[in-house]
């Protein structure tokens, strides 16, 4: 992990205040952030909200807040609405995320599934007429399957659905969705014919609840036939194509202030280490490196560009 | 079986039954009390109470969490108890049977029924964004105030309709004038039961997280708030925050957390349940 | 009659509850330092007459005044009367008790305070009159910070008593203050309100004729709303013109 | 003197009239953003189709299914509140003796303190697997456990608030009846609970709104599945839940997804007005009986 | 005193309000088919003592009863004893109207309602009888169903004995059940209460000595909570024993 310490000591002068708001996913990783920054820089206010990418990326692009925590990037209308707002921004990936496919743990028919088969499973089409096992897998047993998911209005179910199905929000409607991971491992896990999907990191604290099911994206190029999701396989990209990149988004304007800088670049030094702390995969460490760079620049690039 | 036989018969039925439903009431409540507190209790220490929030179970406190509810009560009583109950005043004493009367009762009814994250919309566009004061204190007490204002003032009303005619007229015939025998008469009189509605809409709002969230309450904040313009965080935002971790030890937080509001709501309630029953020792009629 | 100007004069009074004709054009005056009582059978409109005599039936929904009723010449109906002054000079006993939910001694200076009188003192002093005059004192003073609502009916009915003269009115309304009392109490408010009316104008509803009789100096029958007979109390009592009321007062009637 | 009275007046006024400029502020809020809803949606569409499913790529517009939610809920809620909560009004203020009220009433109030997140959990963990005893055919979310449990939830409203009620009727009435050698049930029934009709229906709209209003229960326990049944054992989604799961969820605003919340907000704001007409017109026509 | 078996009697009654000592030892027969009269100043416990006679006293919080009442030899205050079926034999009226809030009809008939009469005829026969015997019928029957508390008090008073009368009870206890009415209702109330004790056992609490002298066949004289005489109502108003009472009953007392 990263120790970014090599500006140590010089910034404890440092004060004002840093508002970050946005996802929720993304929030425990932002929040350890801030608490490690507090002893790097005791009287920089570091606040984090929960509203939600969508509402963070309101709030980030009307300029009320200085950093926005993603779990998906930004869109088409809201970059224009920062447009119009004279808002320039950064857009930094911070993690990943693995999104896990999940069986009871006494289902013993399922040993793996391809990304063929999971879009059979959860395409629009398949609503009303996928509805047993075996109409997947003939060896599957001839009993109903019940599906579990992210809701629909979560940055998880919108990355599933473009990975899995090929385009966003195209799903079938009758899966018990909940916004709430520890719903859906509550459910899978007291259902002996659920399937379900979430955040890896809901997989590793319930082991032994859930069975993880390897994903097979039949494209020898990341790895060959069905791989698990662990740490090592996201990081190195096999455990395609479920895993995505999680996000912080930086305001030029607030990127001209000393401690914004200097805790955007204590994220990417930490980042790294936290991540992982709290559940999720990090990056490799090249790729902090590329993004401490690119900001660098987007800050310099600003201040010159005044 | 003689009629009176059966009017015994369905007298004590009724009794049983009335136990029964007290006690399934009961029942229900000692299991979430004892649920939460065999969850939590264990984890509330000194440390609990006064650290910051943190990434680590073990670490995290609710210093700021439990700071910003006793402040969002305060403030939330000062601005709704005054209002709801002026309002509730107005409609029964002044404006009773007119056309607006009416239109404000019907209102005042539909108030009550719009979500709680309703009023966090409402909260974000006027106080945050019209009135500037962003996501502080202030915009959260006065989101939450316009959320139990019906509640305040449909309980008002009833508490003030309580108070027989005779007493005002007493009041009247001495020469008081209408808001003389309000304030010294009907209000007093009725004073129990306004307090009873004011705390179960304070329970309500002090148990709320969803507006707030809309409204840009946080989640981390890493200071205790020393004015109404601060930024904050409540302890039902903490609560639903550690709620949706997947470490279960920060289950064990939440549960504590809960342990630490229902106090503070027990405190209030205890104060209402003190001052009613010594209300209703002196009022008998 | 009188031939003083009244005290209290009512003229062609109408009054409705709703569509309820209460009362049928009554003109009555009630002359100053003097007691008037009204009798009748119940539900004739006694009660609501008393009521309009200091508006208190202001505030029944849907009550209705027409004609004017003048105090001290002044119309109380009219636009620039102030309720609560007149209400200060128009005092007001009811039929049943009404204390408030306080301890005797608030209950009694309750209208001075309303007035702004802060001074202790003053207070005390004036509740203990207010209470001896309502023959009450002996009774409480030992408990004058317990509550109102624990005293019998009687007692309640004579707080209530000390209570209006406690702002010492110049006329006095009373309806039936004696109906909860016994004799020993009746007795004493009815010396009382002998003692008070070389002050005050006195107006008294009561069923109890022999009463009537005794404290009244004129006496107004009531039937239906309608004001039948109006003359000095021993002229009513002795040679009633009407023959209802005669039928009335000898109890042959129904 | 008289000018205090105008200013009191006036200031009573105000704080009366700030309950209309909320709701003008509700509407205002909801409008803004509906009405370009409604340019892309037809209202009748939004009305009469019976499937909801704007955040998927194939948008349907059809509110009925998140109405239907709502009312399942809110009818189960109130079946468990109502009959619980005035028999233990009526338990406390006839049958009891005046500490067990004293201690009963305030602990009951607890009930309604308790965060809804604990029910939502209580409601899923428990509730649900007890009754799949009964209904082994049950899904796991379901409207019927959110529903009980919400009920749960709203007993102290009615039971506090009608308890009050009842003992503001006038203690002569309790005797009279008592006087004709009425039994405790035929007191309560015959005389006290008429009289305290009106406190009483206000507390059961209050329950009523609280259950239309509450969000974290269904949202954690009913399966958020927008569906047009008025069965209670499958899978179903409210309005509520649905505008709060969005407007927290990571929907980009200004989209016509985002939107939806806003003409949600609007059809539960003419429901939860038609729904108070309703009770309104109930009360009246009860009222008139005694008056 | 009779020397026949008494419907009704106290034994070494002895009544509390929490602490307060509000009957003192009474022991009093209440013979069948006579009226009883209860007189004596106000809050001497005139009320209490009535109230306990059918244990209306049980809901009053802090009220504690020794000794016994006896019913036809059953003591009332016996766990046996169904306090419903206890009050349907002892019928009351109190001392302030206290009409249901509901039609005139519906109060007169709940009586019989709850003991489970649901014959529209009966109901309606038995209402017009209890309203004739409470003279109240020709004053209310086009109204029956409107609601009661739109009465003037006299009249709900009355509604009040009609609705006591309804369940034919065969002990009458009446709380100055005339104290709000007016003479010539009092007068009729008087005569029903002459024409009840042919069947009926009444028990009433007065202030008007006159109203006990007509109506009663014993007399009761209570104060501070003691039973002071109890005789034949002539013997006590010719030669009083005590002289509490004669002072009492000549006005002479407090
Ligand atoms: N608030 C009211 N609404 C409608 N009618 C009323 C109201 N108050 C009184 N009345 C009616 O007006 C008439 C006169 O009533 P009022 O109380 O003045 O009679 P009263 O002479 O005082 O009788 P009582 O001697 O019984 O007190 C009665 O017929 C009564 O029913
Ligand atoms: N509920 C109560 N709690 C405490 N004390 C009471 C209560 N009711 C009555 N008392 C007291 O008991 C005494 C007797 O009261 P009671 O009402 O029996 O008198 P009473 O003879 O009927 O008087 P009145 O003629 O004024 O009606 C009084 O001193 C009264 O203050
Ligand atoms: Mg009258
Ligand atoms: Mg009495």
Excluded at chain 1, 36 to 53: I, L, Q, Y
Excluded at chain 3, 4 to 13: G, Q
Excluded at chain 3, 149 to 178: F, K, N, T
Aim: with cysteine; proline share 4%.
């Amino acid at each position: 992990g990263g120790g970014g310490s090599e500006t140590e000591g010089a910034e404890s002068d440092l004060s004002g205040s840093i508002q970050i708001d946005g996802s929720s996913t993304v929030y425990p990783i932002t929040e350890a952030v801030a608490e490690e920054f507090r002893a790097e820089a005791p009287d920089v206010k570091v606040t984090v909200g929960v509203s939600g990418t969508g509402g963070g990326m309101k709030k980030f692009t009307r300029g009320e807040i200085d950093i926005v925590d993603a779990s998906r990037t930004i869109n088409e209308a809201e970059s224009k609405l920062a447009q119009e707002n004279g808002i320039s921004f950064i857009e930094l990936p911070v993690a990943y995320d693995g999104l896990t496919v999940v069986v009871h743990p006494e289902n013993d028919w399922v040993k793996d599934i391809t990304v063929a088969e999971l879009k059979k499973i959860w395409e629009p089409e398949a609503q009303g007429t996928i509805k047993k096992w075996n109409q997947i897998r003939p060896e599957w047993p001839d009993k109903e399957i019940h599906l579990y998911g992210a809701g629909v209005e979560s940055g998880t179910y919108d990355y599933f659905t473009e990975a899995i199905v090929g385009k966003s929000h195209a799903s079938r409607g009758d899966y018990t969705a909940s916004e709430d991971d520890n719903v859906l491992v509550q459910g899978v896990s007291t259902d002996p014919l659920a399937l379900g999907f979430f955040g890896y990191a809901y997989y590793e604290e319930n082991k032994g609840k859930l069975k993880a099911v390897p994903v097979n994206d039949e494209d020898e190029s990341n790895g060959s036939g069905a791989i698990l999701p662990s740490l090592e396989t996201v990081k190195d990209g096999s455990y395609a194509p479920l895993s995505r990149p999680l996000f912080i988004y930086v305001n030029s304007k607030a990127a001209e202030r000393p401690e914004v800088v200097e805790f955007v670049n204590f994220y990417l030094d930490n980042a790294g280490e936290l991540s992982q702390e709290v559940g999720y995969i990090p990056m490799p460490a090249e790729l902090y490196e590329e993004q401490k760079q690119k900001f660098e620049q987007f800050a310099t690039g600003n201040k010159q560009a005044q | 079986m003689t009629n009176s036989d059966l009017n015994r018969y369905k007298d004590k039925a009724f009794q049983v039954f009335g136990i029964f439903c007290t006690f399934i009431g009961l029942v229900v409540l000692a299991i979430f009390l004892i649920g939460i507190l065999i969850d939590g209790l264990g984890r509330i220490d000194w440390d609990f109470l006064v650290s910051l929030p943190s990434r680590r179970a073990s670490r995290a406190g609710i210093l700021t969490a439990w700071a910003g509810t006793l402040w969002i009560l305060v403030l939330t009583t000062i601005i709704a108890f005054p209002l709801g109950v002026a309002a509730g005043v107005y409609l029964e004493e002044y404006a009773r049977k007119t056309k607006l009367a009416n239109f404000l009762e019907i209102n005042i009814a539909n108030l009550a029924g719009v979500p709680s994250i309703i009023y966090g919309l409402l909260g974000l566009e006027i106080f945050v964004r019209q009135m500037k004061l962003g996501p502080s204190l202030l915009a959260g007490a006065l989101t939450l105030s316009l959320l139990i204002l019906p509640i305040v003032i449909v309980t008002t009303r009833e508490a003030i309709k309580a108070v027989p005619r005779s007493i005002r007229e007493a009041s009247f015939a001495l020469g008081a004038s209408k808001w003389q025998t309000i304030w010294n008469q009907v209000l007093p009189a009725s004073f129990g039961g306004i307090l009873t509605g004011v705390i179960l809409a304070l329970s309500r709002a002090v148990g709320e997280a969803a507006p707030l969230i809309v409204i840009g309450a946080l989640a981390y904040v890493p200071f205790t708030p020393s004015s109404p313009l601060d930024e904050f965080t409540v302890l039902p935002i903490q609560i639903f925050n550690w709620t949706s971790r997947p470490q279960a030890a920060f289950l064990t937080n939440a549960a504590a957390a809960i342990i630490v509001l229902l106090l503070i709501t027990f405190l209030l309630n205890g104060i209402a349940v003190y001052l009613r029953n010594r209300q209703q020792k002196k009022v008998k009629w | 009659m009188s031939k003083k100007e009244p005290k209290l004069e009512a003229r062609e009074l109408n009054a409705y509850y709703g569509d309820f004709h209460a009362l049928k054009n009554i003109s009555l005056a009630m002359e100053e330092k003097h007691v008037t009582a009204f009798i009748g059978p119940s539900g004739c409109g006694k009660s609501t007459f008393l009521r309009t005599l200091n508006r208190m039936n202001d505030y029944v929904e849907g009550f209705r005044v027409e004609g004017d009723v003048l105090l001290d010449g002044r119309d109380i109906y009219d636009k620039n009367i102030r309720v609560d002054e007149l209400r200060k000079e128009v005092g007001m006993v009811f039929q049943k008790p009404n204390p408030f939910p306080k301890s005797i001694f608030e209950n009694v200076v309750y209208g001075l305070k309303i007035q702004g009188v802060k001074n202790k003192a003053v207070l005390q002093e004036a509740a203990e009159k207010s209470l001896r005059q309502a023959a009450l004192w002996d009774e409480v003073k030992d408990k004058l910070n317990k509550s109102a609502l624990a005293l019998s009916g009687g007692q309640q009915q004579r707080l209530c008593i000390a209570r209006a003269l406690a702002i010492s009115p110049s006329v006095l309304l009373m309806d039936e203050p004696a109906s909860a009392l016994d004799p020993i109490s009746t007795a004493k408010i009815e010396e009382l309100i002998y003692e008070l009316k070389k002050d005050y104008t006195i107006v008294i509803v009561t069923h109890n004729m022999q009463q009537a009789g005794r404290v009244s100096d004129y006496t107004a029958f009531f039937y239906i709303g309608e004001l039948v007979e109006f003359s000095k109390t021993k002229a009513m009592f002795t040679s009633p013109k009407d023959t209802r009321t005669q039928n009335y007062i000898t109890g042959r009637f129904g | 003197m008289r000018v205090t009275e105008k200013i009191v007046e006036g200031l009573l006024w105000l704080s009366a009239i700030i309950t209309i400029l909320v709701t003008l502020g509700i509407i205002w809020v909801l409008l803004s953003e509906s009405v370009s809803f409604f340019s892309e949606v037809s209202i009748i569409e939004f009305l009469t189709e019976k499937e909801w499913t704007p955040l998927f790529a194939d948008k349907k517009f059809g509110i009925l299914p998140l109405v239907a939610g709502t009312l399942l809920t809110t009818i189960i809620a109130i079946a468990v509140a109502l009959p619980i909560g005035l028999t233990i009004a009526i338990y406390l203020n006839e049958y009891s003796h005046a500490r067990m009220r004293q201690i009963v009433k305030p602990m009951l109030e607890i009930l309604a303190t308790i965060p809804t997140v604990v029910y939502g959990f209580f409601a899923l963990t428990v509730v649900t697997p007890f009754l799949q005893n009964f209904f082994p055919n049950m899904a796991g979310f379901n409207a019927l456990s959110a529903g009980i449990v919400m009920g749960i939830m709203i007993i102290p409203m009615i039971s506090s608030l009608s308890e009050d009620a009842i003992s503001a009727v006038p203690r002569s009435l309790r005797e009279a009846a008592y006087g004709m050698g009425s039994t405790r049930l035929q007191t309560a029934f015959g005389v006290m609970v008429p009289a305290a009709s009106s406190g009483i229906v206000v507390s059961v709209i209050l329950a009523i709104s609280r259950a239309v209003g509450e969000t974290m229960i269904v949202a954690i326990a009913a399966g958020q599945q927008p569906r047009l049944t008025m069965n209670p054992l499958v899978p179903i989604e409210t309005i509520t839940t649905y505008i709060v799961q969005v407007s927290l969820g990571d929907v980009p605003h200004g989209s016509l997804e985002y939107k939806t919340i806003f003409a949600a907000g609007i059809t539960l704001f003419v429901f939860t007005f038609a729904l108070n007409n309703l009770s309104f017109w109930i009360k009246k026509k009860y009222q008139e009986k005694y008056d």
